[in-house]
């Protein structure tokens, strides 16, 4: 039995306040600044004033803007849905009917990596990609010369500690998903002598397809974000080589003092994050 | 079925592999930590000490810098928690006529990128005279994880029969009586998770206080570790290992805590079910 309450909005003020001042009145911040020319330092400081959208003219003609969607697109296809989703996937159906002790020793593994905040990873990886590190250790073993990952491959190298810590997070959300699947539907296949292969794409996919599509819209929205890996990382460098949106926008607002611009890089990143929010809600097909 | 035995060598063969390349990461900071003499290279120390950790623990400014980090995460999941129980009530109990959509803000809130924000925050911090402080922070972390923390938290009361209450207030309890000594307790475990996720996630966010925190003295570890190997160039591994492992802990506890709620929580089934 529901009823009407008249004091509820007391229960809801706190959350409402804490909501509106941190979260909503930055986003119209946001939309407001990004049509300004603040700055912190040279002529805009003393005088902020309405640019209208030269922001975002400037920006569509910055190479260094294009390029950093760029790059934020080859992060997010190939450590989000190729990397995290894709191998959190292949764990989980390879992890399924195994010895129970090796699926948690290997669980446990790479839940590790998940576990383990994101600071700690950057730094486990540094040493991992470094010219002394583990990684030219092992590749010596097998007679290869020392590379300098982080300067050569630096995208590759973030894109690897990226994958390194997210999978675990899908990993477990397609273990439950995988749990699900009723024992029957499978068998009935084996003695239909279907194959591996063709179970796995024609009945377990099918199966779990509401986790995959859940699954790759919110590790995509959280790898959009990704700012701390790749700022402690590499800087978003050498050069700019693995400077993508957020540290784009960090670069323009905290480094060079640029907020107006800053802020218009931020709507743009809001704007992918509200598309990508909306997509996942339809796909979560929210009854409320 | 040679064909099937084979096939499930080769699977455990390639999670072994996996296993392996997941492990190394891990394995190199374990060790390091350990080590008098470590590496950037992965190697077994020739002797084991602890003094690294002894050195870290040594160190007043690394204590504070985990004292601030306990505060600022400590603080948050307490509000995040108090404040979400409070929002949750109504949500769960009552008609209201904006619920729906107040929910659906919600769950839009809890799926947009916190990054995309820092640069209007940290202005909004700068022109309140709010930067540097500590306090601060803790609400802007506080009101980053609310829309998720309510999201849950409404799940968790929802599954709480209403009847128990009800009983309650025929005995004359008040409706604060009722949320306080019938229905919070019976929510333990959700608001046991709640209270760990927004702790673990505050715990490891080094963005957040490094636009907002300035004074080394107000740091917490999370942007300490970083100035150690990021600035001062890596030179005392063995140390930095071991600072991170001890940085570390906290989360790899509270995930061990957890697990004993969460098992459910990743069908995804709670946060569909509204």
Known sequence: MKRKAPGSFLFLMPSVLLLLVFFIVPIILTICFAFTNMALTGAAAKSLEFVGFQNFINMFH?????????????????????????????LALLMKEKNVTFRRVIGIIVIAGWVTPEIVVAFCMVAFFSDNGSLNQILGWFGANPISWLFSFPMVSVIIANIWHG??????????????????????????????????????????KGSIVTNMMLVTLQTLGVFTLIYTMTGGGPGTS??????????????????GYGTAISLVLLFIGIIASLFYMRSMKVKV | MVKHGLQRKIQYGILVFLGLCFLLPLLWIILASFDPNAQQGIKMPSTWTIQNFKDVL???????????????SGGQAILVVVVSVLAAYPLSRYEMRFKKSFLLSILFMTALPITAVMVPVFQMF?????????????????????????????????????????????????VWNGLRRIVAPLMLPGIATIAIFTFSGSWGNFFVPY????????????????????????????????FSLLYTMPSVVLYIFSQRYMSKGFSMGGATKG
């Open chain 1, 62 to 90: 910055d190479p260094d803007f294009r390029i950093s969607v760029w790059r934020t697109l080859v992060f997010l296809i190939f450590s989000a849905v190729i990397g995290q989703v894709l191998l959190g996937f292949i």
């Open chain 1, 167 to 208: 999978t675990a997070f899908s990993m477990m959300v397609y273990q439950s998903a995988l749990d699900d699947i009723p024992k029957e539907v499978e068998e009935a296949a084996i003695i239909d002598s279907a194959t591996g292969f063709q179970i796995v794409r024609h009945i377990t996919i099918p199966m779990v």
């Open chain 1, 242 to 259: 693995t400077q993508t949106l957020p540290i784009f926008m960090y670069n323009q607002a905290f480094v060079n003092y640029q907020f």
């Open chain 2, 58 to 72: 040594g160190d007043s400014s690394n204590l504070r810098s985990f004292g601030v980090g306990l505060i600022l």
């Open chain 2, 126 to 174: 700068l022109f309140f005279k709010m930067q540097n402080s500590i306090i601060a922070t803790m609400l802007f972390l506080t009101a980053s994880s609310l829309p998720y923390g309510i999201w849950m938290m409404k799940n968790f009361m929802d599954s709480v029969p209403i009847d128990l209450e009800e009983s309650a207030w025929i005995d004359g309890a008040s």
């Open chain 2, 211 to 242: 636009i907002l925190l300035q004074t080394p003295e107000k740091l917490p570890a999370s942007v300490t570790i970083y100035q150690f190997f990021g600035s001062h160039g890596m030179v005392e591994y063995g140390r930095l290992a071991a």
